[in-house]
């Protein structure tokens, strides 16, 4: 792919790794300690992993560690492949959807609305799988991702954003980060209201409760349907940047303000559960660039976001909340 004129210097980890796939690996020796599995052995929730939309994260590749954490708390981990049908989905217990793509031209190359991933009768069929009592765990990161997600995160009341969202309380900060200046790395923390009172922040015991999640760029959205519950929460100070083309960004790229607008939220849907999260690398743990620059669960700051995961899961699969 072409290089991106302009990238964030702090951020731009993030950009950079995304935008350029070879640079981006999994972390194959990251293993943090699972101390009280979920699961006795291999008996846990059959864990499904989209890989059937063109998706950036698969479990050879990039959500590598993803899958290895499922697996070490006991959940039977294996691919999805295949169109997204009632017999299809019939093999799974949890749906993991990690940035789909429409198709896999350049994302530089994607017009503008984002085409959706998924089609109006795969979307129908999640939606039913869902009432039905599954459990889905939708993440889609920031443009163009978002936006090929957009229709399947509406399907459940939710509005994606095809845009990236930084700190910038300033007006100076807005165009220091349109001219490629720095970024604050994005914390979620109980003090400031960004990472709310969740089962998933609580955990099962004292030593799952969390106080700092970590994320890696993403964008902001907006769910308002009855029911849904905040996780993380963006700050006050956060904008969304949102290029006609991604990565290409101006002194006149438009920009919005986000603060308190979601990077992570649940919802009970008829009998099933829904998690929407806007951030992918948070989930991962990879390293990016020759100096091999660790992003995700093994980077500095991030040292919970394992357990972070585990709890999503939990929820999602009815361990937390039952």
Same mark, same amino acid.
């Given at each position: 792919?072409?290089?991106?004129?302009?990238?964030?210097?702090?951020? /731009?980890?993030?950009?950079?790794?995304?935008?350029?796939?070879?640079?981006?690996?999994? &972390?194959?020796?990251?293993?943090?300690?699972?101390?009280?599995?979920?699961?006795?052995?291999?008996?846990?929730?059959?864990?499904?992993?989209?890989? !059937?939309?063109?998706?950036?994260?698969?479990?050879?590749?990039?959500?590598?560690?993803?899958?290895?954490?499922?697996?070490?708390?006991?959940?039977?981990?294996?691919?999805?492949?295949?169109?997204?049908?009632?017999?299809?989905?019939?093999?799974?217990?949890?749906?993991?959807?990690?940035?789909?793509?429409?198709?896999? !031209?350049?994302?530089?190359?994607?017009?503008?609305?984002?085409?959706?991933?998924?089609?109006?009768?795969?979307?129908?069929?999640?939606?039913?799988?869902?009432?039905?009592? /599954? !459990?889905?765990?939708?993440?889609?990161?920031?443009?163009?991702?978002?936006?090929?997600?957009?229709?399947?995160?509406?399907?459940?009341?939710?509005?994606?954003?095809?845009?990236?969202?930084?700190?910038?309380?300033?007006?100076?900060?807005? #165009?220091?980060?349109?001219?490629?200046?720095?970024?604050?790395?994005?914390?979620?923390?109980?003090?400031? /209201?960004?990472?709310?009172?969740?089962?998933?922040?609580?955990?099962?015991?004292?030593?799952?409760?969390?106080?700092?999640?970590?994320?890696?760029?993403?964008?902001?959205?907006?769910? &308002?349907?009855?029911?849904?519950?905040?996780?993380?929460?963006?700050?006050? &100070?956060?904008?969304?940047?949102?290029?006609?083309?991604?990565?290409?960004?101006?002194? &006149?790229?438009?920009?919005?303000?986000?603060?308190?607008?979601?990077?992570?939220?649940?919802?009970?849907?008829?009998?099933?559960?829904?998690?929407?999260?806007?951030?992918?690398?948070?989930?991962?743990?990879?390293?990016? /660039?020759? #100096?091999?620059?660790?992003?995700?669960?093994?980077?500095?700051?991030?040292?919970?976001?394992?357990?972070?995961?585990?709890?999503?899961?939990?929820?999602?699969?009815?361990?937390?909340?039952?």
């Amino acid at each position: 792919m072409p290089a991106p004129r302009h990238l964030l210097s702090v951020a /731009g980890l993030a950009l950079l790794a995304t935008t350029v796939p070879a640079q981006q690996v999994p &972390d194959r020796d990251f293993r943090p300690p699972v101390p009280h599995p979920a699961y006795d052995g291999d008996k846990g929730p059959r864990l499904c992993l989209d890989e !059937g939309h063109h998706n950036f994260h698969t479990l050879d590749n990039r959500f590598w560690a993803f899958g290895e954490l499922a697996r070490r708390d006991g959940y039977r981990v294996q691919p999805l492949r295949a169109t997204f049908t009632d017999d299809a989905l019939a093999a799974c217990d949890l749906l993991v959807i990690s940035n789909a793509q429409p198709n896999d !031209g350049p994302w530089n190359k994607y017009p503008r609305p984002t085409p959706s991933a998924f089609t109006t009768a795969e979307t129908a069929a999640v939606e039913r799988w869902v009432d039905s009592g /599954g !459990g889905l765990l939708l993440i889609a990161d920031h443009m163009p991702l978002a936006g090929a997600a957009a229709r399947l995160a509406a399907a459940f009341g939710a509005k994606f954003t095809d845009g990236f969202a930084y700190a910038g309380a300033s007006e100076a900060e807005i #165009e220091s980060v349109r001219g490629g200046g720095s970024a604050r790395p994005t914390l979620f923390v109980p003090g400031d /209201g960004s990472l709310p009172s969740h089962p998933i922040v609580d955990g099962r015991r004292a030593t799952e409760r969390l106080t700092q999640v970590r994320s890696f760029t993403g964008q902001a959205f907006r769910w &308002d349907a009855e029911g849904v519950r905040p996780v993380l929460v963006l700050p006050n &100070d956060y904008i969304s940047l949102e290029p006609k083309i991604a990565w290409q960004f101006e002194k &006149d790229t438009p920009v919005r303000r986000v603060g308190g607008w979601l990077q992570g939220a649940t919802r009970r849907v008829g009998a099933g559960r829904v998690g929407l999260f806007g951030e992918a690398a948070m989930f991962s743990a990879q390293v990016a /660039g020759p #100096e091999k620059r660790p992003m995700g669960m093994n980077a500095p700051m991030a040292e919970q976001n394992p357990q972070f995961v585990l709890n999503v899961l939990h929820w999602l699969t009815g361990l937390l909340e039952p």
